[in-house]
């Protein structure tokens, strides 16, 4: 059901927009923790080893004991509010959008809405217009996920309020830029390559039945996550960078801190002072993130959709 397809089962914008809420919230909760250790790697200026003194993170089995160690088990949740609130409006928001030009492209074009090309783009153009809506809240929850005990932040309300006045409005917008530049290619591959997978998996797996349609889902969902975010992962940690400037308090117990004045400087200083590898700190959780998010997106979205259009089919 990701994409138009006259001959496929067809469900209402707004029931498209309850199976993308309903999906984004469901992964949220599950890939939660995973996105704190992520974040916290990305933030980190010391390089990712245990042979470095400085490094208060050195790899996840380690980050995640030292999580539970010093903040408890809820800290894996930190920011989980307004990451919900992401999650939800990005999910419907992004799903509506995708279906739309899709259907778009099947009615004005002579091309094939399941095209490879055209799910690339309409992917891209749909996480762009939900990235823009949902900027601040991404903001809010990297605020949230990157700070450590005394807390700056109580609750979102006094994170709203305090970044208001101490920072003002444009503040919700950092990191912006790289991340419009990074989500149009990331999502264009998602859903591309999960179309393509999908494909694929019938071809060498033909079979019938509800399971065997929800287990392809979710291979080919996470397949598709993985190659998307190795892909474009350095904007991802541009992104985070940029989005905790002017939070550097907050910061120092986690070791060095850096002011960056935009995007490119921003990559200079970590090629500069981090090496080329710093471009991809924190890839593996991200990695283990992204297949378990985007295979349990596209998997929810999916078993949501079957599940509202067989609620209509028999009310009807």
């Not at 992104?239 to 060095?256: C, I, W, Y």
Request: proline fraction near 4%.
């Amino acid at each position: 059901m990701v994409g138009y397809d006259p001959e496929a089962k067809s469900i209402s914008a707004v029931e498209v927009a309850l199976a993308g809420s309903a999906s984004g919230l469901v992964t949220r909760a599950l890939i939660s923790p995973l996105d704190v250790i992520k974040i916290r790697f990305q933030l980190q200026i010391e390089q990712l080893s245990s042979r470095n003194p400085l490094a208060k993170y050195h790899g996840i089995l380690q980050t995640t004991h030292l999580i539970l160690q010093e903040e408890g088990v809820t800290a894996f949740w930190k920011g989980h509010v307004p990451a919900q609130l992401l999650s939800v409006s990005f999910g419907a928001v992004q799903f509506v959008t995708f279906e739309c030009l899709t259907e778009l492209v099947h009615n004005a074009t002579t091309y094939n809405a399941r095209n490879f090309v055209v799910h690339f783009v309409c992917g891209g153009l749909a996480a762009c217009t939900a990235t823009m809506a949902v900027q601040p809240l991404d903001t809010l929850r990297t605020r949230f996920a990157a700070q450590g005990e005394p807390k700056v932040y109580q609750n979102l309300r006094h994170a709203v309020v305090t970044m208001y006045q101490t920072e003002g409005p444009l503040t919700f917008y950092r990191g912006l830029t790289p991340t419009l530049i990074a989500v149009f290619p990331y999502a264009g591959l998602q859903f591309s390559f999960y179309s393509l997978l999908q494909q694929l998996y019938e071809w060498v797996m033909p079979s019938e039945g509800k399971n065997a349609g929800n287990v392809k889902n979710l291979v080919c969902g996470s397949c598709a996550g993985v190659i998307s975010k190795t892909l474009t992962y350095p904007f991802d940690l541009f992104k985070k960078r940029l989005q905790v400037g002017g939070f550097e308090k907050a910061r120092a117990p986690f070791g060095k801190v850096r002011t960056y004045k935009g995007l490119m400087d921003c990559a200079g200083q970590i090629v500069r002072e981090e090496g080329p590898v710093g471009l991809f700190k924190g890839l593996s959780p991200s990695l283990l993130k992204a297949a378990f998010s985007t295979g349990f997106t596209f998997f929810w979205y999916e078993f949501f959709c079957n599940l509202l259009y067989t609620m209509k089919t028999q009310k009807g």
